[in-house]
C-alpha cells in the first residue's frame, strides 16, 4: 500500500525567503507526481506535475525535484511572498492493482509566509 | 475551456439523513474519482468511475455509493449521514485508460463541497 509523507506539517517563514517542501513515498513504483496548493476551506490547484521518467520541473518560482529510486521529492520556492501562504500537498499515482491506477496524498505542508 | 464543477458547494444535514453531491469533469475527461478530506488531512479516495463503472474503491462502507453517466458526470451518495462525515469532498477527473499509465496527465479537482452533518 503506497503511504505518503510531508515535513514538515507547518513552516512558517519571512517574506523573501527560499524554502523547501518535503514529500516521501513508499513504493517507487508511481507514474508520476503532482504538487497541488489548497488555500483554507477551498480545492486543489495542480502547481507541477513530474513524469516518473524525469527529475524536476519549473514553473515560475517553483521547482519540483523527483528521486523516485529514493521515493523522494522537493518542492523548492524562491523568494517567498505572502501570497504563497497555503497548504502544499504531495500526490503519487501508482497503480493500485485493480485494473486502474489511484492519486495518493500527503497530509500536506502548512506554510505562512509572514509580510 | 471549462474546469472540474462540483455542487453544492457547501451543505448541512442532520445525522441520518442522505446526501448526493455532483460533479462535471473537465472537458475531455472520461474518469472521475471522489475524495474526502477532513479538516487538517489530506484528501483519502473513495472510489473512482470510468465508463459508467465504479472500477475501485478505497477504504470506505457501502454508505458510500456512487454513480457515472453517460455524459461523463458523476454522482456522490452518502446514506445514513454519521458526524464523522463531515469533510470537504473533492471530485477530480482524468483522461486515462485503465490500461494506459496517466504519464502525460493529471488530475483537475474541484472547488469541492463542504458537508457538515450535525
Known amino acids: 500500500k503506497q503511504e505518503v509523507t510531508q515535513i514538515p506539517a507547518a513552516l512558517s517563514v519571512p517574506e523573501g525567503e527560499n524554502l523547501v517542501l518535503n514529500c516521501s513515498f513508499t513504493?517507487?513504483?508511481?507514474?508520476?507526481l503532482q504538487w497541488f496548493r489548497q488555500d483554507p476551506g477551498k480545492g486543489l490547484t495542480s502547481l507541477l506535475l513530474i513524469q516518473s521518467s524525469q527529475r524536476e520541473q519549473t514553473s515560475g518560482r517553483l521547482n519540483a525535484s523527483l528521486d523516485k529510486s529514493s521515493g523522494r521529492s522537493t518542492l523548492y520556492i524562491a523568494a517567498s511572498q505572502p501570497g504563497d501562504s497555503a497548504t502544499y500537498l504531495c500526490a503519487v499515482s501508482s497503480w493500485s492493482g485493480a485494473g486502474s491506477y489511484q492519486l495518493t496524498f500527503g497530509k500536506g505542508t502548512k506554510l505562512s509566509v509572514i509580510p | 475551456d471549462a474546469g472540474v464543477t462540483q455542487s453544492p458547494t457547501h451543505l448541512i444535514k442532520t445525522r441520518g439523513q442522505q446526501v448526493t453531491l455532483r460533479c462535471s469533469p473537465k472537458s475531455g475527461h472520461d474518469t472521475v474519482s471522489w475524495y474526502q478530506q477532513a479538516l487538517g488531512q489530506g484528501p483519502q479516495f473513495i472510489f473512482q468511475?470510468?465508463?459508467?463503472?465504479?472500477?475501485q474503491r478505497g477504504n470506505f462502507p457501502d454508505r458510500f455509493s456512487g454513480h457515472q453517466f453517460p455524459n461523463y458526470s458523476s454522482e456522490l451518495n452518502v446514506n445514513a449521514l454519521l458526524l464523522g462525515d463531515s469533510a470537504l469532498y473533492l471530485c477530480?477527473?482524468?483522461?486515462?485508460?485503465?490500461?494506459?499509465?496517466?504519464?502525460?496527465?493529471?488530475?483537475?479537482f474541484g472547488s469541492g463541497t463542504r458537508l457538515t452533518v450535525v
Open positions: 513504493d517507487s513504483a508511481i507514474y508520476n
Open positions: 477530480a477527473s482524468s483522461s486515462i485508460l485503465t490500461r494506459q499509465p496517466p504519464s502525460l496527465y493529471g488530475y483537475t
Open positions: 468511475y470510468y465508463e459508467e463503472e465504479e472500477r
